[in-house]
C-alpha cells in the first residue's frame, strides 16, 4: 500500500535522518502502538528484518484477538495499524494468523454499520476510510469481503460524503 519494497528502499537511502529515527523507534524501548507498529513494519520492509516482521505481527495479534471495538471508539486506528502491519510485513504471518485478521476485520466492520452515521461526525472518514480502507486495501487478494466492503465504502463516499461536503462549502468541512 505504501509503495513496493524497492521503493520504500530508495525513500530510507534518500531520507537517511527520517529512516534513522524510524528504525531507532523500531528497534527501541517503549512507544505507543501507533508509532510502534508502523515504524517496526516499514523497516521490517525495509531491511527484511524477520525480528521486527514477527514483533509486529505478535502486537497486531494483540488487537485481532481482543474484542473487536463498537460504536464511538478507535476500533479504526486498529485496523489500520493490523492492515499496515499485513501488508509490510506480510511473509511473517501464519495462515492461522491472516484468518483470525480477515475474521476480525469482518466482524469489526459488520459490528459497527451503525457507528459514526453521518459525513459531519468526526469519526466519519476516520472510521470508514482510513481504518477499514486500510485493513480491507492490505488485505484485498486474501480477505473475499475485502474488495465489497471497499467497493461500499466508494459508493457512500459519492452518495453522502462528497454531496455534504459541498453542502459545507469553501471546498468541504
Known amino acids: 500500500m505504501l509503495g513496493s519494497r524497492e521503493h ?7 531520507r537517511v535522518e527520517a529512516y534513522r529515527r524510524t528504525a531507532a523507534v523500531a528497534r527501541g ?3 505507543d502502538d501507533y508509532s510502534k507498529m508502523i515504524s517496526m513494519s516499514l523497516v521490517c520492509a525495509v531491511e ?21 471495538k463498537i460504536g464511538h471508539v478507535p476500533f479504526a486506528q486498529d485496523l489500520a495499524l493490523c492492515g499496515i502491519v499485513y501488508d509490510l510485513c506480510h511473509e511473517y504471518w501464519t495462515p ?6 480477515h475474521q476480525y476485520l469482518n466482524k469489526t466492520v459488520d459490528e459497527n454499520r451503525q457507528s459514526e452515521l453521518h459525513v459531519f461526525h468526526n469519526g466519519w472518514y476516520g472510521y470508514k476510510h482510513w481504518g477499514i ?22 459508493a457512500d463516499w459519492h452518495a453522502r460524503a462528497a454531496p455534504a461536503l459541498n453542502l459545507a462549502g469553501a471546498g468541504g468541512g
Open 8 to 14: 520504500l528502499r530508495q525513500l530510507a537511502k534518500d
Open 29 to 31: 524501548q517503549g512507544g
Open 48 to 68: 527484511q528484518d524477520a525480528t521486527l516482521g514477527k514483533g509486529a505481527v505478535d502486537m497486531a495479534m494483540k488487537f485481532v484477538r481482543g474484542p473487536v
Open 96 to 101: 492461522e494468523q491472516e484468518t483470525e485478521f
Open 133 to 154: 480502507g486500510v485493513a480491507c486495501y492490505a488485505s484485498y487478494h486474501e480477505n473475499e469481503r475485502s474488495p465489497a466492503i471497499l467497493k461500499d465504502l466508494e
